[in-house]
């Protein structure tokens, strides 16, 4: 008997599927608890009823069985193994194209296996549905994850690439499986093509049915869109940083040159688009970066943009990015708030809470704070700390992060602020007593008192009393006039500073600069313009994906943005692999500790460097 999928022995018992190899696909949305949390009922309604609506759109054109739904997660079993992961595909790229602006995106998983199974009046049991559910709560939004058996299945049947995932240990199974990744490739050449009828036919007259191409691949325009497509750039072009952040669009404009001469992007035409954001009293203009960011959201050919320097503007730009779904990558920026919910991260994306958009390769200054701590209490072997704010909101944060983290160490903490003008020394009562704190964490800028404190320190005689900062500090050796070291002068000794870097940077960018533009740019601009040129790689490769997934023009922008936010595998940058968690920060958190050497930079001092530390992924 066979019936909607389901077949039995005449007495119900469970019984073998005939030596038959099906196909098994789950798929599930992701966020969907959260979604009501943060949208409602009805709003969650609405889009669970779009949801269902294109799988079962999908499954009926593969002539699939729905053995089970629940909530927003489905069950199905196919009689071909290429017919399941076609099925997947199409689910896929239906959610993207209902996901377009200004819909609510559509955020799923697929996970696709095969094998034998046994027969029950409930479905199919055995390991095959089991490895297919646990691959689809793997997949990333956007994905169809599959195993090697699948590939091997239909490698020579399906236009499909398949992007390897890694060995992965899946829950209950005893060793790693192979992982795959499931893209539209190319069509291939004409020639016989093993497709399935549907199930009842089959079954009555044990006949295959041959003939209709898979619609995801007649759907595929025959020839990429050409472009140009436009990658904006919005940094200060303009006023006293411009000179500073110059190598960042230099880098932009040479990752670009490498991957189209490399042939990457198959003759499609890829330009840039710097706008100025300069000016203001910090170097930028919010306006402005808000400005630029509202132009380039309104041209249907922009797929990204690189920028800007500098959080606050940053902050004016993600809701606009946001709202347009187009992908925003910084090189530089740590405010926490850009990403992260809890420092709200949901207002600035407000029109699309569950889309990210914004993504960033430093770490964050909350990850440096804890990274500070980290290093105070196992690096400098201190359980007792003198904590320092410059009672701004930043330096502030800076200190609460550090004296959390030292706390929940087990490390003690004595709290003070340094209000302005006031006697740094009128903040140090304890510093020197008996049992008191053996080094002081100053939560602010060179600017708004560093310098005075570790001065005050030195004077009462408590310069071998550890002096710790963060990036506020680290600005430049004693060479550089206003720089921390060069205001604190022979005090600086003993001081000690973190720095949120992006990794390593390759020996190929270092070559690739100098060919281009001759010597390297100085050393804390260095790695902000080696991070310039992976964030237009990660763009670029992604662009490449959508173009070989066969993206429409209208629907380019949407898959650039998903490919990044979604996809599970690391980008090979010029700063080493880089991946995204699910708020957008980069999975490695990466913090370099820096001493301050009197003797370096011919006598004026500088920062050398004692160690780098992965602190990722972001919590």
């Not at 297919?132 to 599959?146: I, T, Y």
């Not at 804890?370 to 904590?387: E, P, Q, T």
């Not at 963060?470 to 050796?477: A, T, V, Y």
């Not at 070291?485 to 690739?512: C, E, K, L, Q």
Request: proline content about 7%; hydrophobic content about 45%.
């Amino acid at each position: 008997m066979v019936e909607d999928g389901r077949s039995a022995a005449p007495d119900g018992a469970p019984r073998r599927s005939g030596g038959a190899t099906r196909g098994f696909l789950f798929s599930d949305l992701r966020g969907y608890t959260r979604f009501v949390d943060l949208h409602g009922a009805a709003a969650a309604a609405d889009l669970l009823e779009r949801y269902r609506a294109l799988v079962r759109q999908a499954v009926a054109l593969h002539e699939g069985a729905e053995i089970r739904t629940e909530g927003d997660s489905f069950y199905v079993v196919f009689p071909s193994v290429s017919e399941a992961l076609a099925c997947g595909l199409d689910i896929v790229a239906a959610a993207r194209t209902a996901s377009a602006p200004p819909a609510q995106p559509i955020q799923l998983g697929v996970g696709v296996h095969a094998g034998e199974t046994l027969e029950t009046p409930e479905g199919y049991v055995g390991q095959p549905v089991n490895i297919a559910a646990r691959l689809c709560a793997m997949a990333p939004p956007g994905e169809v994850f599959l195993t090697d058996t699948v590939r091997a299945l239909t490698a020579s049947v399906l236009p499909v690439r398949f992007v390897s995932r890694g060995r992965r240990r899946l829950k209950g199974i005893k060793e790693p499986i192979q992982l795959y990744a499931a893209q539209p490739g190319d069509v291939p050449a004409p020639g016989p093509r093993r497709v399935s009828g549907r199930w009842l036919a089959i079954a009555a007259a044990g006949i295959a049915v041959a003939g209709a191409a898979l619609i995801w691949a007649a759907q595929r325009p025959p020839t990429a869109p050409p472009g140009p497509w436009t990658i904006g750039l919005s940094l200060p072009l303009t006023g006293y940083l411009a000179p500073e952040v110059e190598p960042l669009r230099r880098a932009v404009e040479l990752a670009v040159a490498d991957l189209t001469a490399a042939g990457s992007l198959a003759g499609v035409e890829v330009v840039i688009a710097p706008r100025d954001d300069g000016g203001g009293e910090f170097g930028e203009d919010d306006q402005r970066a808000a400005a630029n960011a509202t132009a380039l959201a309104a041209d249907p050919s922009a797929i990204a943009m690189i920028g800007p320097w500098g959080s606050f503007s940053a902050a004016r730009q993600i809701p606009i990015t946001n709202r347009a779904g187009l992908l925003h990558c910084s090189p530089t920026n740590t405010d926490p708030r850009l990403t992260k919910p809890r420092a709200g991260a949901l207002d600035l994306r407000s029109a699309f809470p569950e889309r990210i958009n914004y993504v960033r390769l430093p770490a964050a200054a909350d990850i440096e704070s804890a990274a500070g701590a980290s290093f105070a209490f196992h690096d400098l072997g201190s359980d007792h700390a003198l904590v320092i704010d410059d009672t701004l909101e930043v330096g502030r944060l800076v200190a609460d992060g550090f004296q959390g983290e030292f706390e929940a160490l087990g490390g003690r903490v004595v709290r003070r602020a340094l209000n302005p003008g006031s006697d740094p020394a009128d903040v140090m009562d304890l510093l020197g007593s008996a049992g008191g704190p053996t080094l002081v964490f100053f939560g602010g800028f060179t600017n708004s008192g560093a310098p005075a404190v570790r001065g005050a320190m030195v004077e009462a005689g408590l310069g071998e009393t550890p002096f710790l900062g963060w990036d506020g500090l680290w600005d430049g050796s004693g060479a550089e006039n206003g720089s921390f070291i060069n205001v604190a002068g022979p005090a600086a000794a003993g001081s000690y500073a973190s720095h949120p870097t992006v990794g390593t940077v390759s020996a190929n960018f270092d070559r690739r600069y100098r060919e281009a533009y001759g010597d390297l740019p100085g050393r804390i601009v260095y790695e902000y313009a080696a991070a310039s040129y992976a964030c237009a790689e990660i763009v670029l490769e992604s662009l490449e994906e959508a173009i070989s997934a066969g993206t429409s023009a209208a629907g380019m922008r949407e898959a650039v943005r998903a490919n990044v936010v979604g996809r599970s595998t690391p980008f090979e940058t010029a700063v080493g692999g880089v991946s995204f968690d699910i708020n957008g920060d980069a999975q490695r958190q990466i913090v370099s500790f820096y001493q301050v050497q009197p003797t370096a930079a011919g006598g004026a001092g500088d920062w050398v460097i004692l160690k780098e530390q992965d602190f990722g992924p972001a919590p």
